[in-house]
């Protein structure tokens, strides 16, 4: 059986520079890596997975809220690996869906481990409980030299750190990738 792995970082941790490079690293040597992107935000055009400093390609899927993944789909064969972008979007039950995947193919997923109020994301929390790997894609604070554990959320210049955590999509206008230290004294 293949791995699902979770990649985790902040905003800015290159988590989706690092899932299109190995995309196209499966490309140059003739595999095929399948793109999955939960649709949320659209921020990019749907199905665009884009990174912050340029690189952009088109997901094989946008995935929507409800819709499951059959792993026992003809699709999966010839898939070398599936990746996974913005993976906090996912249901739990996608998550599972992808678990069972791991029977065709890898799952590499890319995402955010928690929410501006320091908690989990229903896909980040389903992730750290099946994955066989969890790894950190690590960056520093925007304020100090520390490590970034939290993406701060601005409104009008002021951190907000409670709330209902709706899935509010943004960049750099409305969140910050800081260490908790930093995050805990705004």
């Not at 088109?58 to 913005?86: I, N």
């Not at 791991?102 to 989990?120: E, F, M, W």
């Not at 994301?121 to 304020?143: H, N, Q």
Request: charged share 25%; hydrophobic share 35%.
């Amino acid at each position: 059986m293949h791995k699902l792995v979770f990649r985790y970082g902040t905003m800015n941790s290159s988590k989706t520079m690092n899932l299109l490079v190995m995309a196209h690293n499966y490309h140059q040597r003739g595999k095929r890596a399948f793109v999955i992107q939960p649709r949320v935000g659209d921020r990019n055009g749907v199905g665009i997975v884009e990174s912050r400093i340029g690189i952009e390609r088109k997901a094989d899927l946008s995935l929507t809220q409800g819709q499951r993944l059959d792993a026992t789909s003809s699709k999966w064969g010839g898939v070398d690996c599936v990746l996974v972008d913005e993976a906090q979007f996912l249901t739990p039950f996608q998550v599972d869906d992808l678990r069972r995947i791991t029977l065709q193919a890898p799952v590499i997923c890319y995402g955010l481990r928690t929410d501006y109020t320091s908690n989990l994301f229903p896909g980040s929390k389903r992730l750290m409980e099946l994955a066989d790997r969890i790894e950190e894609v690590k960056t520093v604070c925007a304020f100090c030299t520390r490590k970034t554990t939290i993406n701060m959320k601005c409104v009008d210049g002021k951190a907000i750190k409670s709330g209902d955590a709706i899935i509010d999509v943004g960049r750099e206008d409305k969140y910050i990738a800081t260490c908790w230290k930093c995050w805990d004294e705004r």
